[in-house]
């Protein structure tokens, strides 16, 4: 997989098939759910992110060392987490007897994220107690 890039904002995904089952426990067909407006599946890659122009590139400065004139803002998206994105969005590709979908990042409507960094809850009144 590691030939294969992925650019810009878009997101490769490996969709999730089979049937699904309902919060009530109601088991859905596979050709149900492909009519939600909504799918879902695991992130694979993810692109750079968005394009944006290098504030420090200069070509009036020849003096100055040779920067790249874009930088790229980072999508949050990651490999590994769990995407749900517009079904209208997703274009369908075959990659090594695999099927996939890319989406654009902002397709993208919810993450689910098996191990979210760990946060710090420390609070001023923490931090008090180490300066004595």
């Not at 799918?39 to 890659?45: A, L, N, T």
């Given at each position: ?7 810009g ?20 067909p ?22 944006t122009?290098?504030?420090?590139y200069s ?16 999508l949050?998206a ?27 990042h ?24 180490l300066?004595?």
């Amino acid at each position: 997989m590691s030939e294969l890039i992925v650019v810009g904002d878009r997101v490769l995904i490996e969709p999730q098939v089979g049937e699904q089952k309902t919060d009530s426990g109601l088991v859905l067909p596979a050709s149900v759910a492909e009519q939600e407006n909504v799918r879902s599946g695991r992130v694979v890659k993810t692109g750079p992110g968005y394009l944006t122009p290098n504030p420090e590139y200069s070509e009036s400065e020849t003096w100055k060392q040779t920067d790249d004139p874009v930088r790229y803002l980072p999508l949050q998206a990651r490999p590994g987490d769990f995407a749900f994105f517009l079904r209208k969005e997703a274009i369908e590709i075959r990659y090594e007897d695999t099927s996939y979908l890319i989406v654009p990042h902002s397709a993208i409507l919810a993450l689910v994220r098996e191990h979210p960094e760990e946060r710090s809850d420390t609070t001023l009144d923490d931090l008090e107690g180490l300066l004595d």
